[in-house]
């Protein structure tokens, strides 16, 4: 299979997400990051929060993160057509911050982002701690089961930061992918 990595296109906040002022992250943001991907797609990936290159508007390279995100989608066969990507928080932090607070106060968006999805994957022990309100549980227990979210499944994997440094966790990440593909998508 012949694979590229791409710049997948840019989801806009929403009018009320775009003007935000629920927490102290809202001083410190370049912009509100919603997303990315097919915003309609029916399986969604949360990360914990956009990065430096997700704060940059147009996301003009493909870091890291989205290679091994990308790689994963398709091994198993997605497109960007099928995923969208967002975070637990909506602006990138720069400084110290309430992460408490600032987890509480996006996920309102959140919840209506996930909505109506036939699956979810979470990316990464803070997303996976935060969304299924699991605070002091470790991957090891969160990982290799299925989860129910608000009459969502999801399913919980490394962060592909993760992946990309640290290639042993490559081969967990997409059984991970492989194991939602299977009940939420056939491949495209």
Known sequence: ???????????????????????ELAKQRTRVVWGEGAEDAPVAAVLDNPGAREDREGTPFVCATRVALQ???????????????????????????????????????????????????????????????????????LRNRWHDWEGVPVRVTYHPLAVHRRPNLAPSFLADWRALAEVSLPPV
């Open 71 to 141: 790689r994963a989608v398709a091994e198993v066969g997605w497109t960007e057509e099928t995923l969208f990507v967002t975070y637990l928080l909506k602006c990138r932090p720069i400084r110290k911050y309430d992460k408490e607070r600032a987890r509480d106060a996006c996920m309102e968006y959140l919840r209506a982002q996930l909505a109506g999805r036939r699956a979810v994957m979470l990316l990464g022990l803070v997303a996976a701690q935060t969304v299924l309100n699991r605070p002091d549980a470790e991957m090891a227990e």
């Open 1 to 23: 299979m012949s694979w590229n990595p791409s710049v997948w296109p840019e989801a806009r906040a929403p009018e009320p997400a775009s003007r935000c002022e629920r927490c």
